[in-house]
């Protein structure tokens, strides 16, 4: 069994696929559907990773990355993208939720996880300023991380 620090997408992905390897998981400024820009990771993914990609691989088309792009943000626009908020009433992880507010990482999204996972635990935020918030944040980490580490 692991402890996973990952974006929410992705770990929730894993806890999904496969919730007898993931113990615990520190779900760290997750990213997520933000109603207040809801096109903002679609129109992000298109200008800034689209270019990064295409420069390294020109052989992948902007149709095939547009495709990509839709199915991944539009297709279900809600929540965590990759899992519905069925799917997180009902998992059993324990998580702790590291908040953000940026367009990418909306507060939101955050707060929904932490509201809706029966085992989710949420950190103040702001938890990066003063630096001593931040130190009890990062020993709150380590205390989840003990804690489920034996699991």
């Known amino acids: 069994m692991q402890v996973v620090q990952h974006e929410a997408p992705f770990a929730m992905k894993l806890m999904e696929r496969a919730p007898q390897r993931i113990a615990a998981a ?7 559907h933000n109603p207040a820009n809801p096109d903002y990771m679609y129109d ?26 839709h199915n991944l943000y539009r297709v279900q626009p809600d929540f965590v993208y990759s899992e519905s908020r069925d799917f997180a009433k009902s998992c059993q992880t324990p998580m702790l939720v590291l908040p953000d507010d940026v367009e990418a990482h909306p507060l939101v999204t955050s707060i929904d996880i932490a509201s809706l996972c029966p085992n989710a635990e949420i950190t103040v935020f702001p938890w990066k300023e003063p630096p001593e918030l931040k130190a009890r944040t990062i020993n709150r980490a380590r205390t989840f991380l003990k804690r489920y580490a034996t699991a």
Do not use: D, F, H
Not at 26 to 32: F, Y
Not at 44 to 69: C, V
């Open 26 to 32: 520190i779900v760290s400024q997750p990213v997520g």
């Open 44 to 69: 992000a993914g298109k200008t800034i990773w689209a270019r990064e990609l295409r420069e390294r691989q020109p052989n992948i088309s902007m149709e095939t990355i547009e495709k990509y792009l």
